[in-house]
């Protein structure tokens, strides 16, 4: 079972994973990769059901790297809006990784 914490935590290692992905891209011939790449397709995967909104935050906030600020004013949205879909984000991510585990 996932915790939400670490959902998020998860989430900003995603975030950084973009910021450098040159770098990680350049540095995967040398190295054979990181296990950032399957925690990225792990997302990547899960994301693909989510409504469009939550989509939309997602790749604002974690592929791009925008602040929620920057998001608000990407999106058109006011800073609290984007603040509630960033956690509806996280809650749907919970209950999609967390579905199938025992109880």
Do not use: C, W
């Amino acid at each position: 079972m996932i915790e939400r914490d670490q959902i998020r935590h998860e989430l900003r290692d995603i975030r950084y994973y973009y910021s450098k992905k040159n770098m990680f891209d350049a540095a995967f011939k040398e190295t054979g990769g990181n296990n950032i790449t399957e925690l990225v397709q792990k997302y990547n995967l899960s994301i693909k059901e989510a409504s469009p909104q939550l989509y939309d935050i997602y790749i604002s906030l974690y592929m791009k790297g925008n602040t929620q600020e920057g998001a608000a004013e990407e999106m058109l949205y006011s800073s609290f809006y984007v603040y509630k879909l960033n956690n509806k984000l996280v809650k749907y991510f919970y209950k999609k990784f967390n579905e199938n585990a025992p109880k």
